[in-house]
C-alpha cells in the first residue's frame, strides 16, 4: 500500500497529538517568573491593595475582566481591596496578546512576516521569553498570552514584587488564557526565589491541584 507524503505527514501528526493528549491528561502549562526584593514582605497585616488603574479604560473590556479575576484570587490569598489613601500595596496589572514568532536562521521573525536578521525577542534578562514552540498542525497559529502583576508599597512607591506568567494556544482572544494565568501567577504568593517555574493546572480531574516545579 502506497501513501503518499500528504498522507504521512497528517498521520505523524495525528499520532503526536495523541500521545500528547494522553500525556497532558488536557493540563495547561505555564511558565512563570518572578522577582522579589530583599526586603519585600507580602504577609504584613493589613493585606489591603488598590489597584493601579491605566489612565484611558480599555475599550474592549478585557482589563475590567482580568482585574475581576485577579482581585478574586487575591481574595483567596488573604488580600483584601482597600481605598487609595488605606492600602498597604498597590497592584499593577498588565496583559498581552501576540503572535508566535518563527525561528529562522538564528534570528526570529513574526508568522508570516519576513525572516531577516531580526533580533531574537527578550525577557529583559537576554533571554528568550516565548518559550517552546506549541504543538500545532501546519496551518495553525500560536498565540502567546501574558500576564504581569507588580505589587508596590503604596506609601514608598517601592516595587516589592513582579510576577509574570505566559502560556501558548491557538486561540487569538486574551480572554481564553484569563484564568490560566492569574491561576498560574498566583499559584503561589509570593513564589519562593527569583527564577522560571511552570505551573501546570488542571488535568485528568476536575479540581485537581497545581503543580509546581522550578526550571531554573
Known sequence: MHFSSEETVKSVWIMMCLVAAALTGCAVKSEVRASLSSAADLTGQPRTYVLSHAPYPAADGVRAQYESVVAESLHRHGFVAAGADEARYRLSVSYETHEQSIAAGGGVCSAG???GEAGKPSNGDG???????LLSWPWQHTFVHSLTLRFFERASGRELYKVSATNRDHEASPLVSLRYLVESALARLPYPTDGLWQVKLGGSEAGTPP???KIR
Open 113 to 115: 512576516g519576513d525572516c
Open 211 to 213: 503543580t509546581i516545579s
Open 127 to 133: 533571554e528568550g521569553h516565548e518559550g517552546p514552540a
